[in-house]
């Protein structure tokens, strides 16, 4: 039997040996005595058949046998890959002020040595609260965070630029508490492994007209902040923040309550950008060159195509789809036969080979398990719905559906089949690695997705259309600008129209009492037995596999199952928190869990700051993560704000059954 997808396979094997490094965090001598041993084992064997000594049809498995080498060789060099990302240590590390990282600058031990200047390139620029500046800077291939205190600074300027720095360097902290935000972790898989703290004076931007690549960068950059500084004037702040997240992904001037109201309806997709938009923008402009197999509309397509993706700052959705997309393109300019799964495949094995951190971002594997669900899945749902003859079951196709003498209530029935199964099949999917990553289940996201995208498939082309028109009318003669305005101006107003509509549904469906649930984290083991099972269960290998040897089903689910056992049981990865005692780092202030032997639980203090939400941001993700879904009480030693604040706080999204105070703090 041969393999059909030996290249799906081959990325599995990749991905398992990141995964199995991470997991288990072997060494590198461990990764390559057990690859030396098995090409080992496999060369022997390979010799004894050759020589004859060992029976076996050679022309037959020779094609598996190799396959299966490749295999062993590709899971090796991921867990090798896996490990020389992490092992990797800046060379600012040197002077950076650790374990003091964490502590107010008058606190910090004050070096007499100073940062060497550092020379790199401005890759993206985020503003942050309080003045300040996020500078994400490619400097001696690898990217650095820069963090300055410089409130006026205007990205589209600086964006592609060179700069030169020097200040006080950190390493970013891991996770706070157990089950908690892994910060370094997030910037790893942007490949930053340190940050810069620097004052405005210490930062010094490149002018030289000899840079004609960060000229054109920032040209381009500035021509896309002109647009959004357009749009802000001719749209309300809601409405202007929405289009900016949905456009481009940029999400700095979106308030965090219209996220949450997104995020618990399930359509918080649309803020970012994600495959969808990627699709929209492809179907778009296959609509403009029609549907013609030539090289010169293929590569118009791709310079759309990665033109989107450049404005988007690259994002793991957009690259995913745009390299599905891109072979897709491929794969109709010869002729070929296009298959999703080895499309996607591809993908993912060409940004885990760039950066192997990458897996474990939140949304890469949530934008490729997406689309994994609806590849397996889909084959499958095909044979049940869709258009076909009520005698004899077989597809009809739209030509004789012409034809066809059945009602307009039983086409409509199976339009809806046809439309909403798919779509509640991959809500199905998704449930565990939502409730994973979220702790939350948006069930109002099946009735609203099909309508809300149906919307940004009309937004997003007109906001496109918008921003190519204002980026034509730079160049354009000065008597020619009024024609274009009252066009931009009609478009705009348009678009406020829909996005209030979409705020204002978002809104009154978040009233309902089950628009979404919140949940404990599942535990990993769980969601990995879950997805393994869908994909082994849909795929195309286990259905010849159960008509012609039926008996090796369950030796493939035993070893799953045991293999997921040992490593829940073996790696400290996978394990939830299970201390009787656990201190919390709250930020200001102090927190203590404790976990009695009846499995009850108990806050003493919960921190607290007037400027910081501890109790949705810290606490809750802390409970949640790690199987608690309410306190049986909490004990307050005193009203302060950094002691009492964050139990407050977390009283709004938590059940707590008893408060314990003692009565000399009681408010009189």
């Given amino acids: 039997m041969n393999c059909r997808r030996p290249l799906l396979l081959i990325t599995l094997c990749y991905t398992s040996g990141i995964v199995g490094w991470y997991v288990f965090r072997v060494s590198f001598f461990t990764f390559v005595a057990v690859g030396s041993l098995a090409l080992l084992l496999f060369g022997l064997r390979y010799s004894l058949q050759r020589s004859g000594r060992l029976s076996s049809n050679i022309h037959a498995h020779g094609s598996i046998r190799f396959l299966t080498i490749v295999c062993v060789l590709f899971l090796f060099l991921g867990g090798l890959r896996c490990a020389a990302e992490f092992k990797t240590v800046d060379p600012l590390a040197d002077w950076a002020t650790l374990p003091y990282n964490n502590l107010p ?72 508490n157990p089950g908690g935000f892994d910060y370094a972790l997030y910037l790893r898989t ?59 992904g940029d999400k700095s001037d979106l308030s965090e309550e219209t996220y949450d109201l997104f995020r618990m309806t399930g359509i918080a997709h649309l803020l970012c950008v994600s495959g969808i938009h990627v699709a929209i923008l492809y179907a778009v402009v296959q609509r403009v060159l029609g549907r013609r197999r030539t090289i010169f509309s293929g590569l118009l397509a791709l310079l759309f195509l990665f033109s989107y993706a450049f404005f988007s700052e690259f994002s793991p959705s957009v690259c995913r789809a745009s390299l599905m997309i891109a072979l897709h393109i491929v794969s109709r300019i010869v002729l070929n036969r296009y298959d999703l799964t080895t499309g996607i495949a591809v993908a993912a094995f060409l940004l885990l080979l760039y950066r192997p951190a990458i897996l474990f971002s939140s949304g890469f594997q949530l934008s490729f398990l997406c689309i994994l ?91 496109l259309f918008l921003f190519a028109v204002s980026a034509v009318s730079v160049f354009l003669p000065v008597f020619l600008l009024p024609l274009f305005e009252p066009v931009f101006r009609l478009a705009l107003q348009a678009e406020t129209v829909m996005i209030d509509f979409m705020f204002m549904a978002t809104k009154w469906f978040c009233t309902w009492k089950f628009a979404g649930i919140q949940v404990v984290s599942p535990h990993v083991q769980i969601v990995f037995l879950f997805y393994c099972a869908l994909f082994l269960l849909t795929s195309e290998g286990f259905r010849i596999v159960s008509r012609r040897r039926i008996r090796w089903i369950l030796p493939m689910v035993s070893i799953l199952c045991v293999t997921i056992a040992l490593a829940s049981l073996t790696s400290p990865v996978c394990q939830r928190n299970k201390a009787a005692f656990t201190f919390l780092d709250v930020g200001q202030g102090d927190c203590l869990h404790i976990r009695t032997p009846d499995n009850r639980n108990f806050l003493v203090d919960g921190g607290g700051s007037t400027n910081f939400d501890v109790g949705k941001k810290t606490l809750l993700p802390y409970l949640l993560k790690n199987g608690i879904d309410h306190l049986d009480g909490v004990f307050v030693s005193h009203l302060h704000t950094d002691h009492f604040e964050g139990l407050r706080q977390l009283s709004l999204h938590m059940d707590i059954g008893k408060v314990y105070l003692y009565e000399a703090n009681r408010v009189r």
């Fill in 105 to 176: 600058d008058e606190f910090l031990p004050k070096r007499t040595d100073a940062v060497p200047l550092q020379h790199g390139r401005i890759l993206s620029l985020q503003k942050e609260g309080d003045g300040y500046c996020d500078f994400v800077v490619r400097s001696d291939h690898r990217n650095v965070l820069l963090r300055v205190k410089a409130g006026d600074l205007n990205p589209s300027v600086w964006i592609g630029r060179k700069i030169s720095f020097t200040g006080r360097v950190e390493i970013p902290s891991g996770r706070r």
């Fill in 190 to 248: 942007k490949g930053i492994h340190a940050m810069v703290n620097a004052d405005a004076k210490d930062v010094f931007f490149s002018s030289a007209t000899s840079d004609r690549l960060g000229i054109f960068i920032s040209k381009c950059m500035d021509v896309k902040y002109q647009f959004l500084a357009r749009a802000r004037n001719g749209m309300s702040a809601e409405a202007y923040g929405i289009f900016a997240g949905m456009l481009f």
């Fill in 373 to 463: 669900v609806l590849a397996f899945c889909m084959p499958l749902l095909n044979r049940y719905i869709g258009y076909r003859d009520r005698r004899t079951g077989a597809p009809i196709s739209r030509k004789e559906l012409r034809h066809d003498p059945r009602t307009l209530g039983e086409r409509g029935s199976e339009f809806a089949g046809k439309t909403l199964l798919p779509l509640l099949i991959l809500q199905l999917g998704m449930a565990p690695m939502t409730a994973y990553t979220f702790c939350y289940l948006p069930l109002a996201g099946t009735l609203l997705n099909i309508p809300f995208v149906a919307m940004a498939s009309i937004i997003l082309p007109i906001g």
